[in-house]
C-alpha cells in the first residue's frame, strides 16, 4: 500500500486517505493536488492533524467530512496548502501593454460613451502587491484621475494573505521590481526598514474573500472592465479552469480585457476570447 510516513510526528497517510482530501479540496475550490503532490500535501495536513491534537488522518478526514459544518477547519487547510508567492510589478512586459495600449483603449472608449468608470477585478490577489500594482499604474497613465471612478476589487480563498494585503506593508523582496520613482511616491519606508504603501493608493483597492470554486459566490461578480487572474490556475485542472473562465466572460464588459499567468493560456479551455497581439504582448480582448 502507497503510503507516506511523516517522520517528525510519526504520522502515516495513506494513498486512500490523500484521495480524499484531496478531492474534498477539488470539490471546493477547483484545486486539484495530483499524487506527485502527496509529501507537499501530507505535510500540511500532518500540521493540521497536530494543532488539533489528533492521532490519526483518519480522526482528521471523518472531522473535515462531518464535523466541520461550517469549514473553518477546511479553510485552516487551504490556507497552508495555497501558494502565495507575489510581488509588485510582476511580468512587466505584460503590465506594461495593459499601461500603454490596453487601459487607454478602454478609458477613451468609455469616455467617449459618457461612462468615466473603469473597473477592475484582481482574482487570486494573495497579498495585495498585484491590485495595488495596478492602482499605481492607473494613477500615472490615466490623465485627470479626479474625474474617474476607478474601483479595483481584489478577491483571495486566503484570509491571512488579505489581512497582510489590507496592512499595506511590505518588506523588500516584495518591491525589489518597483521602478525607485514609484517607490519615492507611493510609499513610506518604515524605521524597521519595511515599505508602506500610500493612503491614495490603499484607497483605490478593496479586498473580500472569495473562493472561485464557489460557483454560486463567483456569479455575484461581473461589470468589469479588466480581470488579472495571474498564477492563480497553478493546480486547477482543465474542468475548473473552464468553469472559471466561463464566468469571466460573462463578468467582463465588451471591450474589456483578461490577463492570465505568462505561462497559461486559454488555449484547450475556450475560444469566447479574441486574442490580440499588442504592444509585442498577447492579450486576451472580449469582442
Ligand atoms: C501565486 S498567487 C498569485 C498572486 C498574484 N495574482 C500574482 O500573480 O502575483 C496565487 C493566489 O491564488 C489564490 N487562490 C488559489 N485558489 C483560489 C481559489 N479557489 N479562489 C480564490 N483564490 C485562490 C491563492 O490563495 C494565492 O494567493
Not at 490523500?18 to 495530483?34: A, D, N, Q, S, V
Amino acid at each position: 500500500m502507497l503510503m507516506i510516513n511523516l517522520d517528525s510526528s510519526g504520522l502515516k497517510i495513506t494513498l486512500e486517505e490523500y484521495e480524499r482530501i484531496t478531492e474534498l479540496i477539488y470539490k471546493r475550490t477547483g484545486i486539484r493536488f495530483e499524487p506527485n503532490k502527496m509529501y507537499f500535501v501530507a505535510k500540511r495536513i500532518e500540521k493540521r492533524v497536530e494543532a488539533l491534537n489528533m492521532s490519526s488522518v483518519k480522526e482528521y478526514i471523518r472531522y473535515l467530512y462531518f464535523i466541520d459544518k461550517d469549514g473553518t477547519e477546511f479553510q485552516n487547510l487551504v490556507e497552508l496548502l495555497t501558494i502565495n508567492e507575489t510581488y509588485f510589478f510582476r511580468d512587466f512586459p505584460q503590465l506594461k501593454t495593459f499601461a500603454e495600449y490596453c487601459l487607454p483603449e478602454v478609458a477613451e472608449r468609455k469616455a467617449k460613451a459618457g461612462d468615466r468608470s473603469i473597473t477592475l477585478w484582481s482574482v487570486g490577489c494573495s497579498t495585495g502587491e498585484e491590485p495595488y500594482t495596478l492602482a499605481i499604474i492607473i494613477r500615472e497613465m490615466l490623465d485627470n484621475l479626479d474625474s474617474w471612478s476607478i474601483n479595483i476589487l481584489a478577491v483571495d480563498i486566503d484570509t491571512d494573505a488579505l489581512e497582510k494585503a489590507k496592512t499595506g506593508i511590505y518588506d523588500e523582496r516584495s518591491v525589489k521590481y518597483v521602478p525607485l520613482e514609484y517607490i519615492e511616491k507611493y510609499f513610506k519606508i518604515l524605521n524597521d526598514g519595511r515599505y508602506k504603501i500610500s493612503e491614495e493608493i490603499k484607497s483605490m483597492v478593496s479586498f473580500s474573500y472569495l473562493n472561485i470554486g464557489d460557483r454560486l459566490a463567483l456569479r455575484r461578480y461581473r461589470g468589469f472592465d479588466f480581470i488579472f487572474c495571474r498564477n492563480v490556475f497553478i493546480y486547477f485542472d482543465d474542468i475548473s479552469r473552464k468553469q472559471v473562465v466561463d464566468h469571466f466572460y460573462i463578468a467582463l464588459n465588451r471591450g474589456g480585457y483578461i490577463f492570465l499567468g505568462s505561462s497559461e493560456s486559454l488555449n484547450r479551455i475556450t475560444n469566447a476570447f479574441k486574442l490580440k497581439r499588442m504592444g509585442g504582448n498577447l492579450v486576451y480582448v472580449k469582442e
